[in-house]
């Protein structure tokens, strides 16, 4: 499961340039400097949990979040999901 973890923060950092919430736009390195450098979490769209045997991940099964809005997509059940998030902060910005 690292290696597609892995290889999904490699695609944005290709498409980006660097790593950032696909959800609030946080983006560590330029908070953290370089102890942020290319650091971010990984979110399974489908919860593993759910995963049969066979299923497989691919790299459009995952999305690259901060933590805030990792552990609020998984808060508490049932889960949101990442356009429910996006609603859910555009709703609370002020």
Not at 35 to 44: K, S
Request: net charge neutral; proline share 2%; glycine share 4%.
């Amino acid at each position: 499961d690292w290696k597609i973890i892995s290889a999904k923060k490699q695609q944005a950092i290709l498409e980006n340039g660097f790593l950032e919430c696909e959800v609030c736009k946080f983006n560590f390195e330029k908070k953290y400097g370089d102890r942020g450098h290319n650091f971010a979490e990984v979110h399974h769209i489908k919860p593993i949990s759910n995963y049969e045997d066979e299923d497989i991940t691919a790299l459009k099964d995952l999305v690259i979040l901060c933590s805030n809005c990792h552990r609020m997509i998984h808060r508490k059940e049932p889960w949101i999901s990442v356009e429910e998030l996006k609603k859910l902060i555009s709703k609370v910005a002020v």
